[in-house]
């Protein structure tokens, strides 16, 4: 399948977002806020690389629920995917302080975020 030329730039960078989170998990120095801002980055260059790679445009949003809706909408299964909504927040509120203090399970959220960009890179062999 021939790839718009978006999709593999898209993907570099959902790559290097998920790396920056893991490193910084592992830090001593961690700090919540800022791995989730980057495992929501690394989400949603994902989604939209997989947008991207099935002739849609690039939408400008930080919305991942909108991003799985569109995916939806192209008949794509996306149902093992809407947990990584919750990486929401992390796009805008984190940088206001305005995070509620619940627990955040970074690795299943790390974990999760690599077998998307995997599935779609899969995909677009």
């Known amino acids: 399948m021939n790839l718009p030329n978006q999709t593999s730039p898209l993907l570099t ?9 893991k490193i910084l998990a592992l830090s001593d120095e961690s700090d919540i806020e800022i791995i989730g801002f980057h495992l929501q980055q690394a ?34 299964e996306v149902s093992h ?12 509120q984190f940088r206001y302080g305005l995070l509620d203090d619940e627990p955040f399970d970074w690795q299943t959220a790390y974990q999760q975020v690599k077998k998307l960009i995997t599935h779609i890179e899969k995909e677009s062999t």
């Open 13 to 21: 960078m959902a790559k290097k977002d998920l790396k920056a989170a």
């Open 43 to 76: 989400t949603e260059k994902a989604l939209k690389a997989w947008l991207t790679q099935l002739g849609q445009p690039n939408i400008k949003t930080h919305d991942l629920s909108f991003l799985l809706h569109q995916l939806e909408d192209l008949q794509q």
């Open 81 to 92: 995917l809407w947990e990584l909504a919750e990486l929401n927040p992390f796009a805008v």
